[in-house]
C-alpha cells in the first residue's frame, strides 16, 4: 500500500519519461529566465542608482517626479503592471515583445525600489563626510563619487540583494504573457503530458538557479559589513 | 596689529542669520601670516559658524572674508580654488572610513590638484610623516585610536599646503590621554610657520602657543588680547566669569 504511494508519488513528480522528454523545453525556459533577469538587474540597478543621483541635486520638481514613479511602482503589484503594459502599449500604437515588455516592467520596479534604497544610502552618510570633502576643494560631483558613494553603496548591497532576489523571481510573471522562461516551459510541458514532473523541474530549476544567488548575497553581506568609525 | 604685513585672512562685518536669528553679529577679525589665534567662548557664542564662513560652508549673510587678499564670498571667486588652500579640521575628524590613511591624503591632492598617484603618494607620505604616522599609511581609520584619526585628519588638510588653517576644537573628541599628540602637532606647525585659526578650550595649550586669544559671546568679539592677559586679567566681566567656568 505505501510503496504504491510512493511509486505513484515518484511517477506524478519524478517521471523519468516526461524528464527525458520536455528536459530540453525547461533548458530553454532557464536560458530565457537567465537573460531577462540578467537585464533586468543590470538595467533596474543602474537606472535606480542614476535617479538616485539625480534627487541629490535636490530640484523640487525633478525629485516630486521621482518620488511620484517610485512609489507608482512600489505599490502595484508586478502582475498589474506586466498586464497592464502588456494589453495597453498596442492601444496606444507600441508594439512591445513579452520579452521586452516582462523587461522593462520589472527594471522599472527593481529600478523604483533600488532608488529609494541607494537613497537611503546617501542620507545616511554623515553631513561630515560631504564637509570634509568639501573642505578640501573637491566639488559636489567629485565628493558624491569618491567619497559619499563608496560608502553608500556598501551600505546598500544587503537590502539591495534581497530586493534584487525578490523582483528576478517575478520573471515568472512572464508566463502569463507567453514569455518562454521556466515556468511557462514548465506549464506547456505539463499540460501537454498531462503529468506533474515538468513542474517540479522547473521548481529544480529556480533552486538551482537561485540558491547561489542567495549564497552570494549573504557572502557580499558579511564582506561589505567592515568596520565603521 | 601695527605691522605692515597683510594678513593672511581678514574678516570684515561678518554677520550670519539662521532663520532670522543672527548667530555672527558683525565679526572683524585679523589673522596675520604666521600667527596663531585662539577663539574661546560659551556654547551657542557661534565659534564653529565663524570657522564654517571662512570657508563658506557656511554662506555669510553680510560682510566679506578675504583669504590671501581673495574676497571668498565674492559671486566671481572659485570657492572650490580657495578651500584647498583653506585647511579645516573637524571636531569629528570626519575621515573617509573606506580609504586608507594614505588614501584620505591623497584624494584631494589626486582628484582637485590633478596630482600624478606617485607624486600624491609622496606628498601624501610627506604629510603623514610630519604628524608621526608614516608608519600607519595603509590602515583604515577604524583601526586607528582617535588621536591617530585626528592627526591624519591633519594630514589630509596639510598636505594641500593650506595658506591657513581651520581647527574646530580638534581634541574636544579625544580621550584626555590622546590629546597630547594632536596639540603636538598643532605646536609643530606653529613652528614651521602655518597660519591657525583654532578653536578650542585647551588652556595650558593657548597660553604656551597662541599669539592672541579672541573671547566671543552671542556672535561678538568681546574681548581680545594676549593669552596671559585674557586668561589672568580679563577686562570684561563675562570673560572673567567664562575664564573661572572653564578653570573649575
Ligand atoms: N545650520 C544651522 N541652522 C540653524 N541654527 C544653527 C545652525 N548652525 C548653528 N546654529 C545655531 O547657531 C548658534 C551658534 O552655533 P555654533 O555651533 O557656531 O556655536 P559654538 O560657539 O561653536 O558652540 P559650541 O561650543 O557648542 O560648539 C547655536 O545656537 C546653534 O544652534
Ligand atoms: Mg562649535
Given amino acids: 500500500m505505501a510503496m504504491e504511494a510512493w511509486s505513484r508519488f515518484l511517477d506524478t513528480f519524478f517521471n523519468l519519461d516526461v524528464i527525458e522528454r520536455y528536459f530540453p523545453a525547461i533548458m530553454k525556459g532557464v536560458v530565457v ?28 520638481p525633478m525629485n516630486a517626479l521621482i518620488v511620484v514613479f517610485v512609489d507608482m511602482f512600489r505599490a502595484l503589484p508586478p502582475l498589474v503592471l506586466v498586464l497592464l ?25 527593481l529600478a523604483a525600489f533600488a ?47 534581497n530586493r534584487t532576489i525578490a523582483i528576478t523571481k517575478n520573471t515568472a510573471l512572464g508566463t502569463v504573457i507567453g ?16 503529468n506533474a514532473t515538468p513542474l517540479m523541474m522547473g521548481a529544480i530549476a529556480y533552486m538551482i538557479l537561485f540558491i547561489p544567488v542567495v549564497v552570494f548575497g549573504r557572502l557580499l553581506e558579511t564582506r561589505f559589513a567592515w568596520r565603521r568609525v | ?60 549673510s553680510a560682510g566679506s572674508v578675504q583669504v590671501g587678499g581673495v574676497d571668498i564670498t565674492a559671486r566671481s571667486t572659485d570657492i572650490n580654488a580657495m578651500r584647498r588652500q583653506i585647511g579645516m579640521v573637524f571636531q569629528s575628524f570626519n575621515l573617509y572610513p573606506h580609504m586608507t590613511a594614505l588614501r584620505n591624503v591623497t584624494l584631494a591632492l589626486v582628484k582637485v590638484l590633478r596630482k600624478p598617484r606617485a607624486e600624491a603618494e609622496r606628498l601624501g607620505m610627506a604629510a603623514l610623516d610630519r604628524v608621526g604616522l608614516a608608519n600607519k599609511a595603509r590602515s583604515y581609520p577604524g583601526e586607528l585610536s582617535g588621536g591617530q584619526q585626528q592627526r591624519v585628519a591633519i594630514a589630509r588638510a596639510l598636505a594641500l599646503e593650506p595658506k591657513v588653517m581651520l581647527f574646530d576644537e580638534p581634541t574636544s573628541a579625544l580621550d584626555p590621554e590622546l590629546v597630547g599628540s594632536v596639540l603636538n602637532v598643532m605646536r609643530e606647525l606653529k613652528r614651521g610657520g602655518m597660519t591657525m585659526l583654532v578653536v578650542s578650550h585647551e588652556m595650558r595649550f593657548a597660553r604656551d602657543a597662541a599669539d592672541r586669544v579672541i573671547f566671543m559671546d552671542h556672535g561678538l568679539i568681546v574681548e581680545e588680547g594676549p593669552p596671559q592677559r585674557i586668561f589672568s586679567t580679563p577686562s570684561e566681566a563675562r570673560t572673567r566669569a567664562f575664564i573661572a567656568e572653564l578653570g573649575r
Fill in chain 1, 33 to 60: 529566465t537567465i537573460e531577462i533577469a540578467a537585464a533586468v538587474v543590470v538595467t533596474g540597478t543602474l537606472l535606480g542608482l542614476v535617479l538616485a543621483i539625480v534627487r541629490t541635486f535636490r530640484l523640487i
Fill in chain 1, 85 to 109: 503594459v502588456y494589453f495597453g502599449l498596442p492601444n496606444i500604437g507600441i508594439n512591445l515583445p513579452s520579452f521586452a515588455v516582462l523587461w522593462l516592467v520589472l527594471a522599472l520596479v
Fill in chain 1, 115 to 161: 532608488e529609494e534604497i541607494f537613497w537611503a544610502g546617501i542620507l545616511s552618510i554623515p553631513k561630515g563626510q560631504w564637509e570634509a570633502a568639501r573642505s578640501t576643494g573637491l566639488g559636489f560631483l567629485g565628493t558624491l563619487a569618491y567619497v559619499v558613494l563608496p560608502q553608500a553603496i556598501r551600505l546598500t548591497v544587503p537590502p539591495l540583494t
Fill in chain 1, 179 to 194: 514569455v518562454g522562461e521556466i515556468l511557462n516551459q514548465a506549464t506547456t510541458a505539463q499540460s501537454f503530458s498531462g
Fill in chain 2, 1 to 60: 596689529m601695527t605691522t605692515g604685513t597683510p594678513p593672511i585672512l581678514e574678516i570684515r562685518g561678518l554677520r550670519k542669520k539662521f532663520h532670522d536669528v543672527e548667530i555672527l553679529r558683525g565679526i572683524d577679525l585679523l589673522v596675520l601670516p604666521q600667527e596663531l589665534v585662539f577663539v574661546i567662548g560659551p556654547s551657542g557664542a557661534g565659534k564653529s559658524t565663524l570657522l564654517r564662513c571662512c570657508n563658506r560652508l557656511e554662506e555669510p
